[in-house]
DNA sequence: AACAACAAGGGGAAAAATACCCTTTTTTGG
DNA sequence: CCAAAAAAGGGTATTTTTCCCCTTGTTGTT
Protein backbone atom coordinates (compact mmCIF):
# COMPACT_ATOMS: atom_id res chain seq x y z
CA UNK A 1 0.00 0.00 0.00
CA UNK A 2 0.98 3.59 -0.75
CA UNK A 3 0.38 5.52 2.08
CA UNK A 4 1.69 3.05 4.44
CA UNK A 5 5.23 4.71 3.50
CA UNK A 6 3.96 7.93 4.13
CA UNK A 7 5.42 9.57 7.72
CA UNK A 8 2.32 8.92 10.29
CA UNK A 9 1.33 12.01 12.36
CA UNK A 10 -1.33 12.39 15.44
CA UNK A 11 -2.41 15.81 16.50
CA UNK A 12 -2.93 16.82 20.14
CA UNK A 13 -5.51 19.81 20.14
CA UNK A 14 -8.33 21.02 21.61
CA UNK A 15 -9.28 23.58 19.14
CA UNK A 16 -11.15 21.87 16.41
CA UNK A 17 -10.80 24.66 13.62
CA UNK A 18 -7.10 24.50 14.19
CA UNK A 19 -6.65 20.71 13.90
CA UNK A 20 -8.76 20.46 11.28
CA UNK A 21 -6.67 22.50 8.99
CA UNK A 22 -3.70 21.60 10.10
CA UNK A 23 -4.08 18.13 9.30
CA UNK A 24 -5.40 19.33 5.87
CA UNK A 25 -2.00 21.36 5.70
CA UNK A 26 -0.40 18.30 6.35
CA UNK A 27 -2.09 16.13 4.09
CA UNK A 28 -1.22 18.70 1.25
CA UNK A 29 2.59 18.08 1.91
CA UNK A 30 2.16 14.61 0.14
CA UNK A 31 4.35 12.94 2.20
CA UNK A 32 2.63 12.43 5.16
CA UNK A 33 -0.70 11.45 7.13
CA UNK A 34 -2.15 12.63 9.76
CA UNK A 35 -3.27 9.12 12.01
CA UNK A 36 -5.10 9.93 14.45
CA UNK A 37 -6.38 13.43 16.55
CA UNK A 38 -6.96 14.17 20.24
CA UNK A 39 -8.59 17.04 21.64
CA UNK A 40 -6.46 17.01 25.11
CA UNK A 41 -3.84 14.56 26.59
CA UNK A 42 -5.52 12.31 28.46
CA UNK A 43 -7.38 10.91 25.67
CA UNK A 44 -4.14 11.07 23.64
CA UNK A 45 -2.22 8.96 26.63
CA UNK A 46 -5.56 6.44 26.84
CA UNK A 47 -5.18 6.03 23.16
CA UNK A 48 -0.73 5.05 23.70
CA UNK A 49 -2.08 2.72 26.45
CA UNK A 50 -3.87 0.49 24.53
CA UNK A 51 -1.74 1.41 20.74
CA UNK A 52 1.63 0.15 19.55
CA UNK A 53 3.78 3.85 19.30
CA UNK A 54 6.66 2.04 16.88
CA UNK A 55 4.66 2.97 13.70
CA UNK A 56 4.27 6.94 15.07
CA UNK A 57 6.78 9.31 13.29
CA UNK A 58 5.98 12.78 14.95
CA UNK A 59 3.48 14.12 17.28
CA UNK A 60 2.16 17.77 16.94
CA UNK A 61 1.08 18.46 20.95
CA UNK A 62 -0.69 21.65 22.23
CA UNK A 63 0.39 23.49 25.15
CA UNK A 64 -2.66 24.70 26.12
CA UNK A 65 -5.21 22.26 26.36
CA UNK A 66 -8.12 21.25 28.83
CA UNK A 67 -8.28 18.41 31.06
CA UNK A 68 -4.47 17.71 30.95
CA UNK A 69 -2.41 20.23 29.35
CA UNK A 70 0.48 19.81 27.10
CA UNK A 71 3.61 20.51 29.82
CA UNK A 72 1.73 17.17 31.63
CA UNK A 73 1.36 15.39 28.73
CA UNK A 74 5.28 15.87 27.69
CA UNK A 75 6.15 14.71 31.01
CA UNK A 76 4.63 11.37 30.69
CA UNK A 77 5.68 10.91 27.09
CA UNK A 78 9.33 11.71 28.46
CA UNK A 79 8.80 8.76 31.27
CA UNK A 80 6.72 6.34 29.69
CA UNK A 81 7.48 6.86 25.58
CA UNK A 82 10.69 9.03 25.26
CA UNK A 83 11.50 7.44 21.67
CA UNK A 84 8.29 9.63 20.71
CA UNK A 85 9.08 12.63 18.86
CA UNK A 86 6.78 15.86 19.78
CA UNK A 87 6.75 19.57 18.40
CA UNK A 88 5.06 21.58 20.68
CA UNK A 89 2.63 24.33 19.34
CA UNK A 90 1.17 26.81 21.23
CA UNK A 91 -0.12 30.69 20.47
CA UNK A 92 2.18 32.37 22.81
CA UNK A 93 6.21 32.68 23.44
CA UNK A 94 6.34 32.46 27.06
CA UNK A 95 9.95 31.29 27.88
CA UNK A 96 9.16 29.31 30.59
CA UNK A 97 6.88 26.75 28.93
CA UNK A 98 8.94 26.49 26.23
CA UNK A 99 12.38 25.99 28.25
CA UNK A 100 10.16 23.52 30.40
CA UNK A 101 8.14 21.57 27.11
CA UNK A 102 11.79 21.34 25.47
CA UNK A 103 13.78 20.25 28.56
CA UNK A 104 10.93 17.64 29.05
CA UNK A 105 11.80 16.55 25.59
CA UNK A 106 9.95 18.39 22.89
CA UNK A 107 12.26 18.44 19.44
CA UNK A 108 10.38 21.45 18.25
CA UNK A 109 8.39 24.48 19.37
CA UNK A 110 6.34 26.60 16.67
CA UNK A 111 3.77 29.54 17.61
CA UNK A 112 0.23 28.46 16.36
CA UNK A 113 0.61 31.15 13.30
CA UNK A 114 3.82 30.22 12.22
CA UNK A 115 3.39 30.06 8.58
CA UNK A 116 2.83 26.76 6.25
CA UNK A 117 6.06 26.71 4.65
CA UNK A 118 7.97 26.54 7.96
CA UNK A 119 5.20 24.24 9.43
CA UNK A 120 6.67 21.57 6.54
CA UNK A 121 10.24 22.72 7.02
CA UNK A 122 9.67 22.05 11.00
CA UNK A 123 7.91 18.59 10.56
CA UNK A 124 10.47 17.25 7.78
CA UNK A 125 13.19 18.70 10.03
CA UNK A 126 11.82 16.96 13.35
CA UNK A 127 11.53 13.47 11.74
CA UNK A 128 14.65 13.66 9.14
CA UNK A 129 17.37 15.47 11.77
CA UNK A 130 15.47 14.90 14.88
CA UNK A 131 14.96 18.59 15.98
CA UNK A 132 14.32 21.89 14.72
CA UNK A 133 13.99 25.04 16.59
CA UNK A 134 13.35 28.36 15.40
CA UNK A 135 15.92 31.21 16.14
CA UNK A 136 13.00 32.60 18.76
CA UNK A 137 13.90 29.38 20.40
CA UNK A 138 17.36 29.11 20.16
CA UNK A 139 17.73 32.55 21.93
CA UNK A 140 16.03 31.51 24.42
CA UNK A 141 18.15 28.18 24.99
CA UNK A 142 21.03 30.60 24.81
CA UNK A 143 19.56 32.54 27.87
CA UNK A 144 18.97 29.67 29.87
CA UNK A 145 22.40 27.98 29.53
CA UNK A 146 24.14 31.06 30.73
CA UNK A 147 21.80 31.53 33.61
CA UNK A 148 21.37 28.02 34.53
CA UNK A 149 23.92 27.69 37.15
CA UNK A 150 21.77 29.59 39.76
CA UNK A 151 18.62 28.04 39.80
CA UNK A 152 16.24 29.81 41.79
CA UNK A 153 13.64 27.92 43.70
CA UNK A 154 11.31 29.29 45.74
CA UNK A 155 8.98 27.71 48.67
CA UNK A 156 5.44 28.20 48.85
CA UNK A 157 5.25 30.66 51.28
CA UNK A 158 7.44 32.51 49.75
CA UNK A 159 5.35 32.54 46.77
CA UNK A 160 2.19 33.44 48.75
CA UNK A 161 4.27 36.65 50.46
CA UNK A 162 5.09 37.41 46.76
CA UNK A 163 1.65 37.78 45.79
CA UNK A 164 1.17 39.84 48.38
CA UNK A 165 4.00 42.02 47.96
CA UNK A 166 2.41 42.70 44.51
CA UNK A 167 -0.13 44.48 45.98
CA UNK A 168 -0.79 47.55 48.18
CA UNK A 169 -0.60 46.23 51.63
CA UNK A 170 1.95 46.99 53.90
CA UNK A 171 4.41 44.40 54.84
CA UNK A 172 2.60 45.04 58.30
CA UNK A 173 -0.81 43.80 56.33
CA UNK A 174 0.88 41.11 54.64
CA UNK A 175 2.11 39.82 58.25
CA UNK A 176 -1.36 39.46 59.55
CA UNK A 177 -3.16 38.14 56.50
CA UNK A 178 -0.14 35.56 56.35
CA UNK A 179 -0.62 35.04 60.19
CA UNK A 180 3.42 35.33 60.90
CA UNK A 181 5.01 38.42 62.62
CA UNK A 182 6.16 41.49 60.38
CA UNK A 183 9.53 40.13 61.26
CA UNK A 184 9.41 37.10 59.77
CA UNK A 185 8.03 39.13 56.60
CA UNK A 186 10.98 41.11 56.82
CA UNK A 187 12.84 38.03 56.98
CA UNK A 188 10.99 36.34 53.67
CA UNK A 189 11.84 39.77 51.78
CA UNK A 190 15.29 39.80 52.62
CA UNK A 191 16.11 36.49 51.87
CA UNK A 192 13.90 37.27 48.60
CA UNK A 193 16.31 40.14 47.79
CA UNK A 194 19.04 37.97 48.20
CA UNK A 195 18.44 35.25 46.15
CA UNK A 196 16.84 37.50 43.06
CA UNK A 197 19.64 40.15 43.24
CA UNK A 198 17.13 42.92 43.75
CA UNK A 199 17.32 46.06 46.12
CA UNK A 200 13.56 47.34 46.63
CA UNK A 201 9.98 45.62 46.64
CA UNK A 202 9.59 47.43 43.23
CA UNK A 203 11.85 44.78 41.93
CA UNK A 204 10.34 41.94 43.77
CA UNK A 205 7.16 42.98 41.87
CA UNK A 206 8.55 43.10 38.72
CA UNK A 207 10.23 39.60 38.91
CA UNK A 208 6.69 38.45 39.56
CA UNK A 209 5.51 39.33 36.76
CA UNK A 210 7.96 38.66 34.60
CA UNK A 211 7.99 35.04 35.85
CA UNK A 212 4.22 35.12 35.86
CA UNK A 213 4.26 34.62 39.79
CA UNK A 214 1.31 37.05 39.55
CA UNK A 215 -0.49 38.04 36.40
CA UNK A 216 -1.68 41.81 34.80
CA UNK B 1 -28.09 32.29 -9.48
CA UNK B 2 -27.52 30.03 -6.59
CA UNK B 3 -24.10 31.27 -5.03
CA UNK B 4 -25.19 35.29 -4.99
CA UNK B 5 -27.89 34.74 -2.37
CA UNK B 6 -25.31 33.65 -0.07
CA UNK B 7 -23.66 36.63 2.74
CA UNK B 8 -20.67 37.97 1.18
CA UNK B 9 -17.97 37.48 3.99
CA UNK B 10 -14.35 39.17 3.21
CA UNK B 11 -11.12 37.60 5.32
CA UNK B 12 -8.34 39.74 6.13
CA UNK B 13 -5.55 37.97 8.04
CA UNK B 14 -1.42 37.53 7.08
CA UNK B 15 -1.82 33.88 8.53
CA UNK B 16 -2.49 31.83 5.28
CA UNK B 17 -2.98 28.79 7.28
CA UNK B 18 -5.72 29.88 9.88
CA UNK B 19 -7.31 32.03 7.15
CA UNK B 20 -7.53 29.11 4.46
CA UNK B 21 -8.81 27.02 7.44
CA UNK B 22 -11.49 29.86 8.08
CA UNK B 23 -12.79 30.05 4.51
CA UNK B 24 -13.09 25.95 4.47
CA UNK B 25 -15.19 26.38 8.05
CA UNK B 26 -17.21 29.27 6.37
CA UNK B 27 -17.64 27.38 3.43
CA UNK B 28 -18.78 24.15 5.28
CA UNK B 29 -21.57 26.31 6.97
CA UNK B 30 -23.43 26.69 4.08
CA UNK B 31 -24.95 29.64 3.94
CA UNK B 32 -21.77 31.80 3.34
CA UNK B 33 -19.14 32.32 0.84
CA UNK B 34 -15.68 34.27 1.12
CA UNK B 35 -16.14 36.34 -1.88
CA UNK B 36 -12.13 37.56 -1.17
CA UNK B 37 -9.01 37.39 1.05
CA UNK B 38 -6.35 39.64 2.14
CA UNK B 39 -2.89 39.54 3.95
CA UNK B 40 -3.11 43.01 5.56
CA UNK B 41 -4.70 45.78 5.59
CA UNK B 42 -3.35 47.94 3.36
CA UNK B 43 -4.42 45.56 0.37
CA UNK B 44 -7.49 45.43 1.64
CA UNK B 45 -8.20 49.17 1.08
CA UNK B 46 -6.50 48.97 -1.94
CA UNK B 47 -9.24 46.75 -3.03
CA UNK B 48 -12.25 49.23 -0.88
CA UNK B 49 -10.98 51.77 -3.23
CA UNK B 50 -11.47 49.73 -6.38
CA UNK B 51 -14.61 47.78 -5.82
CA UNK B 52 -18.87 48.43 -4.96
CA UNK B 53 -18.73 47.64 -1.34
CA UNK B 54 -22.24 47.06 -0.92
CA UNK B 55 -22.57 43.85 -1.68
CA UNK B 56 -20.12 42.93 1.24
CA UNK B 57 -22.00 41.63 4.14
CA UNK B 58 -18.96 41.02 6.53
CA UNK B 59 -15.65 41.31 7.14
CA UNK B 60 -13.60 39.21 9.81
CA UNK B 61 -10.23 41.75 10.43
CA UNK B 62 -7.45 40.00 11.97
CA UNK B 63 -6.01 42.52 14.60
CA UNK B 64 -1.95 41.82 14.50
CA UNK B 65 -1.06 42.23 10.77
CA UNK B 66 2.76 43.70 9.15
CA UNK B 67 2.07 46.56 7.03
CA UNK B 68 -0.72 48.06 8.04
CA UNK B 69 -2.57 46.41 11.12
CA UNK B 70 -6.36 45.57 12.51
CA UNK B 71 -6.85 49.08 14.03
CA UNK B 72 -5.48 50.89 11.59
CA UNK B 73 -7.45 49.64 8.86
CA UNK B 74 -10.86 49.83 11.40
CA UNK B 75 -9.84 53.68 12.00
CA UNK B 76 -10.32 53.76 7.92
CA UNK B 77 -12.80 52.22 7.74
CA UNK B 78 -15.23 54.10 10.30
CA UNK B 79 -13.97 57.00 8.03
CA UNK B 80 -14.69 55.61 5.30
CA UNK B 81 -16.75 52.53 4.68
CA UNK B 82 -19.03 53.12 7.86
CA UNK B 83 -21.84 50.54 7.15
CA UNK B 84 -19.70 47.23 6.64
CA UNK B 85 -19.84 44.76 9.22
CA UNK B 86 -16.60 44.06 10.84
CA UNK B 87 -15.63 40.75 13.29
CA UNK B 88 -12.50 41.59 14.87
CA UNK B 89 -9.87 38.54 15.29
CA UNK B 90 -6.88 38.12 17.66
CA UNK B 91 -5.31 35.74 19.21
CA UNK B 92 -5.00 37.10 22.75
CA UNK B 93 -7.35 39.66 24.69
CA UNK B 94 -5.75 42.38 25.22
CA UNK B 95 -8.36 45.04 27.01
CA UNK B 96 -7.24 47.99 25.44
CA UNK B 97 -7.08 46.83 22.11
CA UNK B 98 -10.45 45.35 22.38
CA UNK B 99 -12.23 48.61 23.44
CA UNK B 100 -10.14 50.72 20.81
CA UNK B 101 -11.51 48.25 17.99
CA UNK B 102 -15.03 47.91 19.34
CA UNK B 103 -14.79 51.93 20.06
CA UNK B 104 -14.08 51.83 16.38
CA UNK B 105 -16.74 50.30 14.78
CA UNK B 106 -16.15 46.45 15.33
CA UNK B 107 -19.15 44.58 15.74
CA UNK B 108 -17.88 41.68 17.12
CA UNK B 109 -14.53 40.69 18.48
CA UNK B 110 -13.05 36.94 18.41
CA UNK B 111 -10.56 34.78 20.00
CA UNK B 112 -9.05 32.91 16.90
CA UNK B 113 -8.84 29.67 19.03
CA UNK B 114 -12.62 30.04 19.34
CA UNK B 115 -14.70 27.04 18.79
CA UNK B 116 -16.55 26.61 14.77
CA UNK B 117 -19.47 26.53 16.66
CA UNK B 118 -19.09 30.02 18.19
CA UNK B 119 -17.66 31.02 15.19
CA UNK B 120 -20.97 30.32 13.17
CA UNK B 121 -22.74 31.61 15.78
CA UNK B 122 -20.71 35.19 15.92
CA UNK B 123 -20.66 35.70 12.10
CA UNK B 124 -24.85 34.64 11.90
CA UNK B 125 -25.73 37.22 14.59
CA UNK B 126 -23.45 39.87 13.37
CA UNK B 127 -25.08 39.67 9.88
CA UNK B 128 -28.76 39.43 11.27
CA UNK B 129 -28.80 41.52 14.48
CA UNK B 130 -25.75 43.60 13.62
CA UNK B 131 -23.63 42.60 17.03
CA UNK B 132 -22.07 40.03 18.26
CA UNK B 133 -20.46 39.59 21.89
CA UNK B 134 -18.56 37.20 23.99
CA UNK B 135 -18.97 37.24 28.04
CA UNK B 136 -15.11 38.77 28.08
CA UNK B 137 -15.85 41.45 25.48
CA UNK B 138 -19.18 42.20 27.50
CA UNK B 139 -17.38 42.33 30.77
CA UNK B 140 -14.88 44.68 29.39
CA UNK B 141 -17.48 47.08 27.75
CA UNK B 142 -19.39 47.51 31.31
CA UNK B 143 -15.97 47.85 33.24
CA UNK B 144 -15.33 50.95 30.25
CA UNK B 145 -18.47 52.35 30.73
CA UNK B 146 -18.37 52.46 34.77
CA UNK B 147 -15.07 54.33 34.23
CA UNK B 148 -15.03 55.83 31.38
CA UNK B 149 -16.60 59.42 32.87
CA UNK B 150 -13.31 59.80 34.02
CA UNK B 151 -10.75 59.48 31.82
CA UNK B 152 -7.30 59.66 32.55
CA UNK B 153 -4.89 61.13 30.44
CA UNK B 154 -1.31 61.41 31.16
CA UNK B 155 1.20 64.18 29.90
CA UNK B 156 4.83 63.08 28.56
CA UNK B 157 6.31 63.80 31.88
CA UNK B 158 4.02 61.95 33.89
CA UNK B 159 4.86 58.68 31.59
CA UNK B 160 8.47 59.22 32.04
CA UNK B 161 8.18 59.64 35.99
CA UNK B 162 6.03 56.31 35.85
CA UNK B 163 8.93 54.62 33.39
CA UNK B 164 11.61 55.32 35.97
CA UNK B 165 9.00 54.30 38.91
CA UNK B 166 8.83 51.19 37.54
CA UNK B 167 12.65 50.52 38.17
CA UNK B 168 14.50 50.03 41.64
CA UNK B 169 15.71 54.02 41.71
CA UNK B 170 14.75 55.88 44.63
CA UNK B 171 12.77 58.82 43.66
CA UNK B 172 15.55 61.46 44.68
CA UNK B 173 17.27 59.20 41.77
CA UNK B 174 14.59 59.38 39.59
CA UNK B 175 14.82 63.32 39.98
CA UNK B 176 18.60 63.26 39.46
CA UNK B 177 17.84 61.55 35.76
CA UNK B 178 14.87 63.98 35.16
CA UNK B 179 16.72 66.77 36.13
CA UNK B 180 14.08 68.17 38.38
CA UNK B 181 13.77 68.80 42.38
CA UNK B 182 12.98 65.57 44.44
CA UNK B 183 10.02 67.56 45.70
CA UNK B 184 8.60 68.52 41.88
CA UNK B 185 8.75 64.22 41.64
CA UNK B 186 6.88 64.26 45.06
CA UNK B 187 4.30 66.52 43.49
CA UNK B 188 4.27 63.89 39.93
CA UNK B 189 3.53 60.91 42.35
CA UNK B 190 1.17 62.63 44.69
CA UNK B 191 -1.00 64.30 41.90
CA UNK B 192 -1.02 60.56 40.08
CA UNK B 193 -1.68 58.67 43.57
CA UNK B 194 -5.05 61.09 43.46
CA UNK B 195 -5.69 60.27 39.80
CA UNK B 196 -5.05 56.52 39.68
CA UNK B 197 -6.58 56.14 42.48
CA UNK B 198 -3.69 54.18 44.65
CA UNK B 199 -1.81 54.72 47.62
CA UNK B 200 1.56 53.62 46.83
CA UNK B 201 4.11 53.02 44.61
CA UNK B 202 3.53 49.47 43.91
CA UNK B 203 -0.16 50.89 43.20
CA UNK B 204 1.38 52.47 40.46
CA UNK B 205 4.20 49.71 39.06
CA UNK B 206 0.52 47.81 38.55
CA UNK B 207 -1.03 50.06 36.67
CA UNK B 208 1.47 50.63 34.60
CA UNK B 209 2.04 47.24 33.54
CA UNK B 210 -1.32 46.92 33.43
CA UNK B 211 -1.97 49.87 30.84
CA UNK B 212 1.41 49.22 29.16
CA UNK B 213 3.20 52.15 29.84
CA UNK B 214 6.01 50.03 30.95
CA UNK B 215 6.65 45.97 29.51
CA UNK B 216 8.11 43.66 31.13
C1' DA C 1 -6.30 93.77 35.16
C1' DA C 2 -8.06 89.85 37.34
C1' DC C 3 -8.78 85.09 37.53
C1' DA C 4 -8.04 80.33 37.31
C1' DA C 5 -5.14 76.59 36.28
C1' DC C 6 -0.91 74.59 36.52
C1' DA C 7 4.03 73.43 36.82
C1' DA C 8 7.94 73.55 39.83
C1' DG C 9 9.47 73.51 44.20
C1' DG C 10 9.81 73.68 49.63
C1' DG C 11 9.16 72.35 55.00
C1' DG C 12 8.18 69.15 58.16
C1' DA C 13 6.48 64.93 60.04
C1' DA C 14 4.62 60.30 60.15
C1' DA C 15 4.64 55.76 58.20
C1' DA C 16 6.86 52.26 55.71
C1' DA C 17 10.75 49.96 53.92
C1' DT C 18 15.37 48.50 54.31
C1' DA C 19 19.77 46.87 56.63
C1' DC C 20 22.30 44.40 60.08
C1' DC C 21 22.89 41.63 63.88
C1' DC C 22 20.78 38.68 67.07
C1' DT C 23 17.98 34.49 69.77
C1' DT C 24 14.76 30.66 70.01
C1' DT C 25 12.33 26.85 68.15
C1' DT C 26 11.55 23.23 64.57
C1' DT C 27 12.95 20.20 61.14
C1' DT C 28 15.76 17.14 59.19
C1' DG C 29 19.66 14.35 57.53
C1' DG C 30 23.06 11.10 59.16
C1' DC D 1 20.16 10.77 69.17
C1' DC D 2 22.93 14.74 67.65
C1' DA D 3 24.38 18.38 64.80
C1' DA D 4 23.23 21.34 61.27
C1' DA D 5 20.13 23.83 58.79
C1' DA D 6 15.96 26.20 58.28
C1' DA D 7 12.06 28.84 60.02
C1' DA D 8 10.27 32.31 63.01
C1' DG D 9 10.96 36.21 65.44
C1' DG D 10 13.33 40.40 68.04
C1' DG D 11 16.08 45.09 68.48
C1' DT D 12 17.59 49.11 66.54
C1' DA D 13 18.96 52.41 63.19
C1' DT D 14 18.79 54.53 58.65
C1' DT D 15 16.71 55.56 54.41
C1' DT D 16 12.72 55.98 51.61
C1' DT D 17 8.09 56.79 50.97
C1' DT D 18 4.00 59.10 51.82
C1' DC D 19 1.14 62.98 53.32
C1' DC D 20 -0.33 67.78 54.02
C1' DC D 21 0.09 72.44 53.56
C1' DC D 22 2.56 76.16 51.47
C1' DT D 23 5.10 79.70 47.88
C1' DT D 24 6.41 81.36 43.43
C1' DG D 25 6.18 81.91 38.67
C1' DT D 26 3.86 81.13 34.10
C1' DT D 27 0.21 80.82 30.97
C1' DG D 28 -4.14 81.48 29.15
C1' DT D 29 -8.91 83.46 29.50
C1' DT D 30 -12.43 86.77 30.12
Redesign the interface.
Known amino acids: MKTNSKNKIIIVDD????S???E??IKSFGDYEVIERFENGKVFIDYLENHDSELIDLILLDVNMPVLDGLSTMKWLKDNRPELKVIALS??DDEDIIIKMITNGAKGYLL?????EI?REAIECVIEKGFYFTELVSGMLINKVNSDNKKISLKEKEIVFIKH????MTYKEIASEMCLSPKTIDGYRESLFDKLE??????L??YA??HKIVC?
Open positions: HLLFQSLLLVNKDTSPFACTEIKTRIGVLIKV
